[in-house]
């Protein structure tokens, strides 16, 4: 069984569905520049039209009607709305877009989660430093004050940064997402900390000077796979697995949870590695300062975004020279028990899941979670017969309630990844998560439900008639 008022919903974003990428306006995001470089995406691909939904918003909100959902996830395109990433300019068309689609939502019944940042940083913010500058965290609190007094009075639940550990990690340190960035060993670790700094200043912002009044709710959207030792009688692996989590979940869920502060064990692991290599005496990980808000405690809801699990040895820390890879030590490995779908890195297991909820359970005083994304991803020949995703969402949706019902795990919502097909960063459109197909080679992009759609509306009608 699932609480009355558990969140069903369907998650997007807005680089991937919206397409208009010089509509009306629009400042160009980094993911723009990034992919209309060469050899940046799959197959030259780009989000300049994708879904259409800045046109074809109708469409959409007739697949999400289909799926009876109570919630829809979406983010708000930053440079959509402050061409520049400033409020010196604010551009009206936008603002006007997204009063349409919260006031459509509302109108149909569906409740609208908003996120602020979904990987697609303003060129001119970026032309500045991006998330480098340390300035970046006012700006992010500025960006985020103004869609709090535009469209608070309507949200009641607000993402600051969706998966700040990719934007990091794959923005800054491996350089395949935008702004595609190799600075390894530093970057990723100065992003993620000017992330928290921008987080922690919006949820302070919302805190003091909007919520009395629009009575809503601000956290950060995580992401982590579940980590086990490969070998569950080795002590090294053991560290390993504990290590891997620290570096994922931890590196964000520590500060705001738990103590305010990054985790000892991923602290201790980077010093180890400073020190090998020959940088003693200077941390790489950044300090919080007394100037900065305090971070600890800047969640109203733990926001979980999960995908897979990973076995972890001990191993990868004996290279020379610095990287995350190196600080972190843990070798991931799929178990081949466990079957894979559509991409190489997503191995299906949904019992990982079950087992991450209760870690955030035991180890950040059993916060209010809501699952903000999950997904199954196809390739190759399309399938609107769907039978592995189907099966997927029921043994998902089965352990979800197991973790509320046994375990005690205060899961508040459900959000799959994703409403429909659309361009997946990288892979462009190689690869499908979609509840609902969209043909990018027809030019009215039609959206047809995959069985899986189907599936997942039966479900949410089931349990909300409380059946």
């Given amino acids: 069984m699932f609480p009355r008022n558990f969140a069903w919903g369907a998650a997007t974003a807005a680089y991937q569905i919206e397409g208009g990428w010089q509509a009306d306006e629009k400042g160009l995001s980094i993911w723009d520049t990034f992919c209309h470089e060469k050899g940046r995406v799959f197959g030259e691909q ?9 046109e074809l918003w109708e469409k959409d909100l007739a697949c999400i009607q289909q799926l009876g959902l109570t919630h829809y996830r979406l983010s708000l395109s930053w440079a959509r709305l402050l061409p520049d990433g400033t409020t010196r300019h604010v551009n009206q068309k936008g603002v006007e877009y997204y009063n349409k689609v919260i006031d459509d939502l509302l109108a ?91 987080h922690a200043m919006a949820w302070h912002s919302y805190n003091l000077g909007y919520r009395a009044k ?23 692996d053991a560290a390993a697995a504990e290590r891997a989590l620290a570096f994922t979940l931890g590196w964000f869920a520590w500060p705001v949870f738990v103590t305010g502060d990054y985790p000892e064990r991923m602290q201790c692991a980077i010093d180890t590695q400073s020190s090998r290599l020959g940088y003693a005496g200077v941390s790489r990980l950044p300090k919080f300062s007394e100037d900065d808000p305090t971070v600890l405690g800047t969640a109203d809801f733990f926001a979980l975004n999960y995908y897979t699990s990973r076995k972890v040895k001990a191993g990868g820390g004996r290279e020379q020279m610095l990287s995350m890879k190196c600080d972190r030590d843990a070798e991931d490995v799929l178990d081949p028990s466990w079957p894979v779908c559509g991409v190489s890195w997503l191995a299906v297991v949904p019992r990982g899941l079950r087992k991450l909820l209760q870690y955030i359970k035991d180890t950040f005083s059993n916060p209010a979670v809501y699952i ?23 043994s ?17 919502g459900y959000f799959a990844w994703s409403l429909m097909d659309n361009f997946e960063w990288a892979d462009g459109f190689s690869v499908r998560f979609g509840l609902f197909h969209v043909d990018f080679s027809d030019a009215k992009l039609s959206r047809t439900m995959y069985r899986s759609g189907q599936e997942y509306a039966r479900t949410i009608s089931s349990y909300r008639s409380g059946k």
């Fill in 214 to 236: 629009q009575r809503g709710g601000v956290s950060l959207a995580l992401n982590s796979d579940w980590f086990e030792p490969l070998d569950g009688g080795s002590s090294e």
């Fill in 108 to 198: 149909c019944n569906v409740s609208p989660m908003i996120t602020l940042y979904h990987f697609d940083l303003p060129q001119a913010l970026q032309d500045q430093g991006g998330w480098l500058s340390p300035s970046i965290a006012t700006l992010f609190d500025n960006y985020a004050k103004f869609c709090f007094q535009t469209f608070g009075d309507r949200v009641k639940l607000w993402i600051t940064i969706n998966e700040p550990y990719v934007c990091a990690k794959l923005g800054h340190e491996d350089g395949i997402h935008a702004p595609g960035l190799k600075e390894k060993g530093t970057a990723a670790y100065v992003v993620g900390h000017n992330m928290l700094r921008a």
């Fill in 372 to 394: 903000t994304e999950n997904g199954f991803a196809q390739t190759g020949p399309l399938q609107i017969e769907d039978v592995q995703r189907c099966d997927f969402y029921k």
């Fill in 46 to 54: 780009n989000g300049d039209v994708a879904c259409n939904s800045y």
């Fill in 396 to 412: 998902t949706i089965s352990e979800v309630a197991k973790a509320i019902n046994e375990d005690g795990v205060n899961v508040c």
